[in-house]
Each structure stands twice: as C-alpha cells, then as structure tokens.
C-alpha cells in the first residue's frame, strides 16, 4: 500500500463521451504524475502537476488536461473519447520538489471506451 | 532519458535469487538507474534506485557496474509474489517523468 488512492476502480464510456479520473495522493506528497498503461505496455507519461501547476507533459492531446488541488489531490479529464483511450490510467505521488524522487503509484482506474 | 533494454521474459525457481540485468549504454552521469516492477493490473511499485554506487534495501539490490552502462536486479530469495513485470528506468536527476519500457517478466516456479 501506498497511500495514493485513485477512483472509480473501473468505468465504461461511450466514445465522444468525457470522464474525470480522481487521485489522492499520500500524505505529505506535493507533486502529481499521471501516466496512461495501454495493455501489454508500460505506462506512458501524461503529465504532472506540482504545486497546482503543470510541471511537464507527455505526447498526448490537448483533450487530456488535468488539475492539482491545494490538498495535492488531482484530477485527469479525457474529452471526446477515442476507442484508444481504453486503457489503466494510473496516478503517482512524490515529495519533495517536482517530482525528482521516486513517485508512489496508486491501484489505477480501467477505462474501458465502447 | 537514456534508453534501456530488458530481456522480455525470465524464470526463476523459488527460494533462489533472481537476477535481472539492464543495459543503459547511454547513460548520462547525472542519470540514476530506477527498478520498479507491478503485478498483474496493479499500479508499478517502486523497488529501488542509484547513481554509481551499489544499493541494497530490504527488498533488493542493485548492482551497477563501474562504467555504468548496465545494472542488475537481484532478488536474494524469490518467492511466488515476486512474479511480476520488471522495469529498468534512467532518469536524469532533474527529470519530472519516468520513461518506462516493456519490462522484464519475472515468472518465479515453485
């Protein structure tokens, strides 16, 4: 366990749709990091966020976008939903600044498009 | 970040150490070596991670060679639980993001 808790567990969307992703980060824990996990791939780095504000962004599109509260918990949005969107969405917390020490992953949130 | 490369798949028998090797021939000097590994469908849990030097915790060590262009994983005394997808990461000391590959899987028999 690691104290980063993520919901819902599962959804299923249609395409189009949008969804929201929840992350709480272990305790202490000031910097956000977001990766999308394909099946039978590593994850692949979305963004993060440090102190409420973006600190980097991976190759996805402008319809992911994300928030950072100031109790450190975050939000991943998804607009206009693709097939390819289907995929585990996981969080990861670190102390510290920006995110340089090891990052704590949650359990994830499947999404499923249909 | 310096590219890693893994051996897709290995077996160990339980009660006996793993060994899992990593090349990063292109590694930077402000690059350090991060193990990770995740169990099936669960969130990557953090193993361990160094710079030049040697580093064990109680889970595993880290072996790093002198010219640091390949590491080894080692698991003392693998277990079933330890069955899991293996990943080598280098990341620069600066770095916000872990770049993350296909990873080793471990399949550990009893």
């Known amino acids: ?114 | 970040d310096a590219k890693t490369t893994q051996p897709t798949s290995m077996d160990c028998a339980e009660g006996r150490a793993a060994n899992l090797p990593c090349n990063h021939s292109t590694i930077s000097g402000n690059e350090y070596v991060y193990w990770y590994r995740q169990i099936h469908s669960q969130g990557p849990q953090y193993i361990i991670h160094g710079l030049k030097n040697n580093e064990t915790n109680e889970m595993a060590s880290l072996i790093i060679t002198e010219d640091r262009k390949s590491s080894t994983l080692i698991l003392p005394h693998a277990t079933l639980r330890d069955t899991a997808v293996y990943y080598c990461i280098v990341r620069v000391v600066t770095g916000n993001q872990f770049y993350f590959g296909t990873g080793t899987s471990l399949t550990v028999i009893p």
């Open chain 1, 1 to 114: 366990e690691t104290g980063v808790t993520q919901s819902p567990t599962h959804l299923i969307k249609t395409r189009g749709q949008q969804v929201t992703l929840r992350c709480s980060s272990q305790s202490g824990h000031n910097t956000v990091s977001w990766y999308q996990q394909a099946l039978g791939q590593g994850p692949q780095f979305i963004f993060q966020y440090y102190r409420e504000e973006e600190n980097g962004r991976g190759n996805f599109p402008p319809r992911f976008s994300g928030l950072q509260f100031p109790n450190y918990s975050s939000e991943l949005n998804v607009n206009a939903l693709e097939l390819d969107d289907s995929a585990l969405y996981l969080c990861a917390s670190s102390p510290g600044d920006r995110g340089r020490n090891e990052q704590y992953f949650g359990p994830g949130t499947r999404l499923t498009v249909t």
